[in-house]
C-alpha cells in the first residue's frame, strides 16, 4: 500500500473534518480563541473563578470589594503545541496510533486557526526537546508541521520521558502569553506537574491527553511478551492468570488516581482523545470547553461540578504502562 503524502493527509482532513466543522465553531470564534489584549475596557467585581494578576488593587481599596480589569481583546492569536513524541505514543491496538491521533487533531486545530490570519508554533519532544517550530501561519506552515509529526524519530533512549524537560523549555521559548496545548499521554517521569503548573501561570494551557483502550485492561493472550515502548525492557508475563489481569488494572486505575491529582494541581482543563476517538467529536468537546471557560469568565452561572479550575475527564482510568 502506498504511503499518502503529507497533502493528502491534510487535504482528507479538510474535506472530512474541516468542512464539518463549518458553521459549528464560527459564531463562537471570540470565545473560543481568546486573544491577548493590553487595552483596559471595563472593571468588573471580582468573582472566584478571576486571575488574581487582574485585579485592580487601585479600585479595590477605594470601593473595599476586589474588582479586575477587562481587556481588549486582539483578534489574532498565536497558539503552540507541545507535543510528546517519545516511544510510548507510538502504542495503538488497532490500526491507529496515539501518534497518528495527536498529528491529525493537531493538524486540524492548527487548520482552523490559521484560516482565520492566527499563527501556530510547535515544540517536539522526544527523549529531549528536538525541534522549534516558530509560529507561522498559513497552510503551508501547517503542512510543514504535520510533515514534521509524521516523520519526527526520537534520539534512542534507555530512560523514560522526562515531560518537564519539554514543559521548562516551553517556558524559555513561548515570549508572549498565549494559548498552549500539551498533547501527550502522561507517561513520564514525575514532577512535571510542577513545570505545567508554571506553565499555567503565564499562558492558557489546556492538557490534551493521549490513550488507548488497550492501556486500561489487559486481554487474555496467554504467554506474551511485553515491551516498554520507551526503554525497551521486555517482560514475559501470563496473561492467562487472573490474579495479573486484576493487578494490572487495580494499577491503570492508580496511574489514573495519579493523573488526575496532577492535573488538578497544575489547573488545567484536560481533554482526552482516545485513538478511536471521531475528530470531529474531538474538536466539539473542545469547543464547548472554551465556551464553559468564556461564559465563566463573563461571569455567566453554570451547575456547580463545572466550576472547578481542572475539567472533568472523560474516562474514569488509563493505561498503566508505555505500550507494549
Known amino acids: 500500500m502506498t504511503t499518502p503524502t503529507t497533502e ?34 471595563d472593571l468588573r467585581e471580582y468573582q472566584h473563578h478571576d486571575d488574581v494578576r487582574h485585579i485592580d488593587w ?6 473595599q470589594s476586589p474588582y479586575v480589569r477587562q481587556f481588549t481583546e486582539d483578534r489574532e492569536l498565536n497558539a503552540w503545541f507541545l507535543l510528546d513524541l517519545s ?57 510543514e508541521l504535520l510533515q514534521r509529526l509524521r516523520n519526527h524519530t526520537p534520539t534512542p533512549s534507555t ?38 503548573a508554571r506553565l499555567t501561570l503565564r499562558h492558557e ?5 493521549l490513550y488507548d483502550a488497550a492501556e486500561t485492561e489487559l486481554p487474555d493472550m496467554g504467554l506474551v511478551t511485553i515491551q516498554d515502548a520507551e526503554t525497551g525492557e521486555q517482560l514475559f508475563v501470563d496473561t492467562h492468570d487472573p490474579a495479573f489481569r486484576e493487578r494490572f488494572v487495580r494499577a491503570a486505575e492508580q496511574r489514573e ?11 488545567v482543563d484536560t481533554l482526552e482523545l482516545s485513538t478511536d476517538d471521531d475528530l470531529v467529536d474531538a474538536v466539539l468537546r473542545f469547543a464547548e470547553m472554551r465556551a464553559q471557560r468564556s461564559r465563566l469568565a463573563v461571569g455567566g452561572g453554570l451547575p456547580g461540578h463545572l466550576l472547578g479550575r481542572s475539567a472533568t475527564l472523560t474516562r474514569s482510568h488509563s493505561g498503566g504502562g508505555g505500550g507494549a
Do not use: C
Open 8 to 41: 493528502a493527509i491534510l487535504r482528507r482532513l479538510e474535506w472530512t473534518v474541516i468542512r464539518r466543522l463549518d458553521g459549528l465553531l464560527q459564531g463562537d470564534y471570540r470565545t473560543l480563541f481568546r486573544g491577548a489584549g493590553l487595552d483596559l475596557s
Open 58 to 63: 487601585n479600585v479595590t481599596a477605594r470601593l
Open 87 to 143: 516511544g510510548s505514543v507510538d502504542f495503538g491496538s488497532n490500526e491507529r496510533t496515539k501518534r497518528i491521533v495527536s498529528a491529525e487533531f493537531v493538524a486540524v486545530l492548527a487548520r482552523v486557526l490559521t484560516r482565520h490570519g492566527n499563527r501556530v508554533g510547535a515544540v517536539l519532544y522526544g527523549s529531549q526537546v528536538d525541534a522549534v517550530l516558530p509560529a507561522r501561519g498559513g497552510r503551508l506552515h501547517v503542512l
Open 159 to 196: 530512560s523514560e520521558t522526562r515531560l518537564r524537560d519539554l514543559l521548562d523549555a516551553a517556558l524559555r521559548i513561548i515570549p508572549r502569553r498565549t494559548m498552549v496545548f500539551v498533547v501527550s499521554d502522561f507517561f513520564s517521569a514525575p514532577g512535571w506537574h510542577e513545570s505545567l
Open 205 to 209: 494551557v489546556m492538557a490534551v491527553r
Open 257 to 267: 488516581d495519579d493523573l488526575r491529582e496532577a492535573l488538578n494541581r497544575a489547573g
